[in-house]
């Protein structure tokens, strides 16, 4: 009875961690040294690639509380962190070199999991396994992936808009409707006038673009150009794509703006909003600066900002269950990247739960859920309930997590009430896991 599990990222090393927890042998496949991704460099394990920060760590932030709820539940990759940290604020950030030597030594002496150094080129057809290959999967690997989830289901360039917090959308200025009319009123537009559009198109123009890596280039399709190359394109082309105005009458003039911006409900509590067709590759201050320029958006606060980068993942809503299995092949578990969550925290805590999913299956018992208002569950509720036409990586986000009951809150205080819920309700959640821990050491025992 053993799982296997390919990849050993961080997602990789954390399933193959929990699912060790819980008895069940690991056989962990990494290809490097043999290949390495354009990305790589360090034959070791959990390789931090963009940064060696794992984010904020105070309770304000969703990720704050995602890490909190992972270092209370035994995470590897948290023990990592803490144990490799370097000093850096308000962030958890750590010494890249000795985060990865860490965990590679964590791995490779655990008595329950082996680590074989091959590249896996095709998908298993039986026995467990769990998919942590990453966003940048190879080639023949992501071929097969294709075929068991079908061409359209999976994504190899991210073309990501930005996500606003609902309550920061000045809605006196932005109103409800649909194009024409047609529907319900989905979307939040918010007006521009003329001087409006051409100081927004003019600054595009001029704002400074994240220079792409040699693993992040990709050849744009017109269904998901930048706004900046559409408006470099000429002065009116915006006015005529993304920030069409027709049949959106302003209900304060009763006529159609020069060019409005649409918003679009991005999950089912409302508490979050997609900037529609504004996927960019403009640097994280200059989305904040120019953004705050439309109307209705100045005090804007985003959840997520825009990015294309080359990345593969796969329309979870469509292919994975609620265990993480896929729909076509149950014996196969996605996790990390792939599977749609954004960032390395997030990563981690997808390997953390396909790991113990396909444990507890493995021993025959069904998995317990993680509470929908933690933010295990919270990721989750996202990878599995988000809608699948517009399905795009999401970092772990309070706008994620299930309401509070009772009457609003001052921002800070919201988060903080969301944080502290999802910390009361986990210990049930992982008491029930100790439980078939504790069943497997008496098992193996007796």
Wanted: glycine share 8%.
């Amino acid at each position: 009875m053993n799982i296997t599990i390919i990849g050993a990222g961080l997602a990789g090393c954390e399933a193959a961690w929990q699912a060790a927890a819980l008895g069940i042998r690991v056989v962990l496949l990494e290809m490097k040294p043999l290949n390495f991704s354009a990305a790589h460099e360090s034959a070791d394990l959990a390789e931090l690639v963009c940064s060696n920060s794992l984010r904020g760590s105070g309770m304000n932030n969703a990720v704050g509380c995602l890490k909190e709820e992972m270092r209370r539940c035994g995470s590897l990759i948290l023990a990592a962190a803490d144990a490799t940290s370097v000093p850096a604020g308000g962030a958890l950030a750590v010494d890249r070199d000795a985060f990865s030597r860490y965990i590679t030594e964590k791995i490779s002496s655990h008595p329950l999991i082996e680590l074989t150094r091959t590249e896996v080129t095709e998908l298993p057809t039986q026995g467990a396994t769990i998919l942590a290959s990453g966003p940048l999967t190879s080639e023949r690997l992501s071929q097969a992936l294709a075929e068991l989830t079908g061409n359209e289901h999976l994504y190899f360039y991210d073309a990501i808009a930005p996500i606003i917090e609902a309550d920061s959308i000045d809605t006196s200025v932005a109103w409800r409707a649909s194009r024409y009319g047609h529907g319900s009123d989905d979307y939040l537009n918010c007006p521009l006038s003329k001087e409006d559009y051409d100081s927004f198109v003019a600054a595009l123009l001029t704002a400074d673009k994240v220079a792409g890596r040699e693993f992040e280039k990709l050849i744009h399709f017109e269904g998901c150009m930048p706004i900046e190359e559409m408006a470099a394109r000429g002065q009116q082309t915006l006015c005529f794509g993304p920030m069409k105005p027709v049949g959106l009458p302003d209900p304060r003039t009763g006529r159609p703006p020069y060019a409005v911006i649409q918003l679009r409900q991005d999950n089912r509590h409302a508490t979050l909003y997609n900037m529609v067709g504004f996927q960019t590759r403009l640097t994280y201050p200059e989305q904040k600066r120019i953004f705050a320029m439309i109307p209705g958006l100045e005090q804007a606060r985003f959840a997520r900002l825009g990015s294309m980068h080359r990345n593969t993942f796969i329309n979870a809503p469509t292919c994975l269950n609620q265990t993480l299995q896929f729909q076509r092949a149950p014996h196969l578990y996605a996790a990390g990247q792939i599977t749609g969550v954004e960032g390395y925290v997030e990563s981690a805590a997808c390997g953390f739960l396909a790991g113990l999913f396909a444990a507890c299956h493995l021993r025959g018992n069904r998995p317990p859920m993680p509470p929908a208002e933690t933010a295990f569950g919270a990721l989750l509720g996202h990878l599995v309930n988000a809608d699948p036409e517009n399905f795009q990586p999401m970092n772990v986000n309070y706008g994620l997590f299930p309401a509070l009951e009772g009457g609003r809150k001052k921002r800070t205080e919201r988060r903080l009430a969301l944080a502290e819920r999802a910390l009361a309700v986990l210990p049930t959640w992982w008491q029930q896991i100790l439980t078939l821990q504790s069943a497997v050491v008496e098992s193996d025992n007796g």
